[in-house]
């Protein structure tokens, strides 16, 4: 599903225009991306799941192409863990 997919059936179920669904949804993903910024970084959806941040660490990895060693720096990253609703559903 796209996000102009999501839009629509988001103004449908909702029955409201697709300029006022974009726009919650929008409003939904900035706010979802400030929390992962904070130090404790998470979002918790009941049912549906929670988003976290996490630190990956610095590590060693290779070239795929020449086999050459490279350095890996470290990296937060996002993590989501699906809510037992929606296991359930899929």
């Known amino acids: 599903m ?3 997919e999501l839009i629509a059936k988001m103004a449908q179920d909702a029955q409201i225009t697709k300029a006022a669904a ?3 949804l929008n ?3 900035d706010g979802v991306s400030k929390a ?3 130090k404790e970084g998470r979002v918790t959806l009941v049912g549906f799941g929670t988003f976290s941040k996490s630190r990956r660490k ?3 990895g290779r ?3 020449t086999g050459e060693p490279i350095k890996i720096k470290a990296a ?3 993590k989501f863990r699906p809510g037992k609703k929606l296991k ?3």
């Open 36 to 38: 992962m910024k904070k």
């Open 27 to 29: 409003s939904f993903m």
């Open 63 to 65: 070239n795929p192409q």
């Open 58 to 60: 610095a590590r060693n």
């Open 2 to 4: 796209t996000k102009a």
């Open 22 to 24: 974009a726009a919650a």
């Open 88 to 90: 359930e559903t899929v």
């Open 76 to 78: 937060n990253v996002v």
